[in-house]
Structure formats: C-alpha cells, structure tokens
C-alpha cells in the first residue's frame, strides 16, 4: 500500500491550515498551523497565529501522533468557530 505524502497547504471553511517542519514563523496572521515537534517524533501540535503576530498553542500541550490527527483536529476547531460565530 502507497501513503502518499501530506500536502502543506490545506484550507477548511475558508481558514488556511499550513503543515510546517515545526515553527509558526511562516505563518500569515489568521493562519491555523500543525507543527512538527522535534521533527514529528515528539509528535504534533495546533496552532494559531493571531491579528497581531501572537501565536497560541490550541491543543492544551496534548500532542498528536500523526500530522493527519492534528488536521482533523485543527479542520474541527475551525468549524467551531464557524458555528459558534453564526450564533444560535
């Protein structure tokens, strides 16, 4: 069976999502990111990069251990956010 390779750039309910090889650095204000900690042994973590260049760490210092899991999680936080900014 042939994995193929994960795509650096993903965008989910219009939110850019960049996989990256462990800095937020390149990320645009209002990008979401999956980081790569020591490489992606350490595992992988959500992150985002606000208005002002402050970037947050949204996954609490669980790490996940794959990027694919980060994805799913960080394409789950956008559609919070989207829901939650319709209102009730």
Do not use: C
């Not at 990256?20 to 645009?28: C, E, H, I, M, V």
């Not at 002002?52 to 251990?65: A, I, P, S, W």
Request: charge should be negative; aromatic fraction near 6%.
């Amino acid at each position: 069976m042939k994995i193929a390779p994960m795509r650096r750039y993903h965008s989910h309910l219009g939110r850019d999502i960049v996989v990256t090889g462990g800095s937020a650095r390149d990320l645009q204000p209002g990008q979401f990111g999956v980081l790569a900690i020591d490489g992606g042994a350490g595992g992988w973590s959500v992150v985002h990069k606000g208005p002002d260049g402050d970037v947050v760490d949204l996954n609490n210092e669980m790490h996940f251990e794959t990027p694919e899991e980060a994805l799913a999680f960080a394409k789950e936080l956008i559609g919070m956010l989207a829901s939650g900014a319709e209102g009730p």
